[in-house]
């Protein structure tokens, strides 16, 4: 009876795992989790048949079980997802949420330190491994829109697919960037915003108090607790810092003769991979072989979050972050700001017109520029925008132009540009001459 007690315990233990963040660009640290957990936080899937794809996969995340996101996933994974909200984590009445929050508003201190303030939420986890990191997102989906500002409907999220590149025929494998709201608008604050639009305008440190966000796929986060952070960090234009929960997304196994069963060779988190000899044994999962019942049955319903117009400053807060084709480009060649030097830009444009890698470095590069305010953002886009050959990095400089309506010299390039172009097929000339509306 005791030892039965013992096993139903909640607990959490923070693993002594090196985690390497190199692959995931905006994790600054992370930690390996193993939660024994209440399961009130957990993911439900359903399979249901597909006449193009045989089959797909609707997803659904619930605390308490009200329905905090949907998706509905092809099998592909350079197809896009389609996400649906749902309706309202503030309607989980959830005393964990509250009992954390005045740690979690707090200023950081370290990853581990977080990780002790949130154990009250982090059991609420389906047990397993986790990964806890402390990153970098973006207040938007990656599609346009501020993150609060999506619709309830299910529609296609491109950050729920892995990114691909046309020039060298690649996938760019998820990063965790983007977000996803999970609370009502009717929740929002204008006084809880400013206050932290306040502390963040004052100062930009590590020491700011963190959201929490879940990984759920690629490139896409829902916003477990931090809505009006994140709406503090796109008014003052910065990225929002998280802790993020990602879980286990692929088990590797390799056939054991010995036993005659499958041994666990491997486990991914996003793009983490962690060999199964680090993980102590007893976290281990085991290998359990599951039949797919495959159904028609499965239904997506509109989610029931977004009720408000966002006021201007928040819609055009996105233009301050990356696309999802954006930070697709700008993570491709494992270029830092650092890295770029004027040499390094010269010879990728002499190369451009004829080698697809120089192609997709310069695509980078630009973005690179554009999200770090280089000033060397205008020039390297005029040569870029100047070349003769029509390529996807011409049409990249000419976008970046576009945007710099006050400026003279951006101004005289597109001049020139409509006046030497013999071609009136050319498809980047209604572009030049978008630049005057």
């Known amino acids: 009876m005791l030892f039965k007690k013992r096993e139903n315990k909640l607990y959490l233990d923070i693993l002594d795992n090196e985690i390497k963040t190199g692959s995931m660009y905006n994790l600054k640290s992370a930690r390996l989790v193993y939660v024994k957990g209440k399961g009130a936080l957990s993911v439900s899937q359903d399979t249901i048949a597909d006449s193009y794809w045989g089959s797909r996969t609707i997803s659904e995340i619930k605390l308490n079980d ?66 806890i990191a402390d990153a970098l997102c973006y207040p938007t989906d990656g599609d346009g829109n ?76 829902f916003i477990i607790d931090g809505h009006h952070k994140a709406c503090a960090a796109a008014l003052a234009g910065q990225p929002l810092k998280c802790i993020m929960i990602i879980p286990c997304t692929c088990q590797g196994y390799t056939y054991n003769k010995k036993d005659n069963g499958k041994e666990l060779s491997c486990l991914q988190f996003g793009q983490i991979y962690m060999p199964a000899q680090q993980i102590p044994e007893k976290y281990r999962p085991k290998y359990h072989y599951k039949k797919l019942d495959i159904h028609n049955k499965s239904k997506m319903t509109a989610g029931d979050i977004c009720h408000r117009e966002w006021e201007p400053e928040y819609v055009n807060a996105v233009k301050k972050y990356p696309s999802f084709e954006e930070f697709v480009d700008m993570i491709s060649s494992d270029l830092s700001a650092d890295d770029i030097t004027q040499e390094l830009i010269n010879q990728n444009i002499s190369l451009c017109e004829f080698d697809d890698e120089a192609q997709q470095n310069l695509k980078s590069i ?30 990249l400089a000419i ?12 101004e005289q390039f597109f001049i020139d540009y409509i006046v030497n172009c013999d071609d009136k097929n050319d498809p980047l000339l209604s572009a030049a001459n978008s630049f005057w509306d």
């Open 66 to 131: 009200v329905p905090l996101i949907q998706i509905n996933s092809p099998g592909c994974p350079t197809c896009e997802s389609i996400v649906s909200t749902g309706y309202g984590i503030e309607k989980a009445e959830c005393r964990e949420l509250g009992s954390i929050s005045d740690k979690i508003n707090s200023d950081f201190v370290s990853l581990d330190k977080s990780i002790e303030d949130l154990k009250s939420l982090l059991l609420l986890l389906e047990s397993g491994l986790y990964i």
């Open 146 to 221: 501020f993150f609060w500002d999506v619709p309830n409907e299910p529609v296609e999220c491109k950050a729920t697919a892995c990114g691909y590149l046309s020039e060298t025929f690649q996938t760019v494998p998820g990063n965790p960037v983007f977000l996803y709201p999970t609370q009502s608008t009717d929740c929002y604050n204008e006084n809880r915003v400013e206050y932290y639009e306040n502390m963040f305008n004052e100062i930009y440190n590590d020491n700011q108090p963190r959201a929490v966000v879940y990984n759920f796929g690629e490139f896409i986060n």
């Open 366 to 395: 630009l973005c690179i520029l554009k999200f770090n305010n280089d000033k060397r953002l205008k020039r390297t886009a005029m040569d870029c925008a100047a070349m003769e050959q029509y390529c996807s990095v011409k049409k």
């Open 399 to 410: 976008s970046i132009l576009l945007d710099m309506k006050d400026d003279d010299e951006a």
